[in-house]
């Protein structure tokens, strides 16, 4: 009997220990991981204060998210501080800014100091990129700038326009989706104005109507949801792709004085 009995609480203090686990497994989803690839490092000039620059892809024309991390002379990571991100286009007789997304905080996320460049061209005939990256921290300011390449994507995710209702350029950059699919979809786009060679500031007071085509197809679709200002110059929508294939996402672009400009994206998957 006292040898059933062991034998008994054996097996229940298993199937306990099994069933345990198995929940605790269920329970915990798997933490993401996001793929950092170093375009540059170099020490901040002025400071002793080394800069390192990560993207998760190639950096093209259009919406390019960047993330710096910075670290002190004995290689220990700083977690606070203020980064400026300052893209310079080198055409020989004449240099120009780009539309920027500088971190927010002044307190790293994950070790990083998030922010973002739209690049308003490729490199190379015509000109190069350099990108300036101004730190300051543990009471020290400088600068480190690298050389960057920016490539031309195979379908543009940039556009621009001279608007008809104050004759200022503006550029309009697509955000999402990336992953398209057969439905509605989450979009957003984000638009600046060009004030000057070198100042490129996010745009917030327009209005947009969004109009999906299937060209080849000859229809549209609907349920469809205009994009709004959501914060930064960034607006977001919805658009409902009722199959597969290419997809024009028309933009009417009014201010408040009328029609600004038109243009639209492709979508194709």
């Known amino acids: 009997m006292k040898k059933y009995t062991w034998l008994t609480l054996w097996a229940l203090f298993l199937t306990t220990l099994l069933f345990t686990t198995s929940c605790d497994s269920d329970d915990v989803a798997p933490m993401p991981t996001v793929e950092y690839k170093k375009l540059a490092e ?16 190639d950096l093209a024309t259009g919406y390019n998210q960047l993330y710096v991390a910075l670290f002190d002379a004995a290689g ?14 080198d055409m020989g007789m004449m240099k120009h800014a780009a539309p920027v997304e500088n971190p927010v905080s002044e307190q790293t996320k994950n070790g990083y100091f998030p922010g973002a460049v739209v690049f308003t061209m490729p490199s190379g005939e015509m000109g190069s990129w350099t990108l300036g990256i101004q730190v300051q921290a543990n009471g020290q300011t400088g600068t480190f700038t690298t050389p960057v390449t920016i490539k031309e994507p195979a379908t543009s995710r940039l556009k621009s326009f001279v608007s008809k209702t104050d004759g200022a350029k503006y550029f309009v950059v697509y955000l999402q989706p990336q992953k398209p699919k057969v439905g509605v979809n989450d979009i957003e786009i984000a638009v600046y104005k060009a004030n000057s060679m070198m100042d490129y500031p996010a745009v917030t007071n327009l209005s947009l109507v969004l109009e999906p085509e299937m060209p080849t197809m000859g229809h549209g679709s609907p349920n469809n949801v205009n994009p709004t200002h959501a914060g930064g110059g960034h607006y977001k929508g919805k658009a409902n792709f009722t199959m597969t294939g290419l997809w024009y996402l028309h933009l009417t672009i009014n201010d408040a004085t009328g029609e600004a400009g038109k243009l639209h994206f492709e979508v194709n998957f």
């Open 76 to 89: 220990k990571r700083i977690e606070q501080g203020s980064v400026s991100l300052k893209p310079q286009m």
């Open 42 to 57: 170099g020490n901040a000039a002025g400071s002793d204060i080394k800069v390192e620059l990560y993207s998760t892809e």
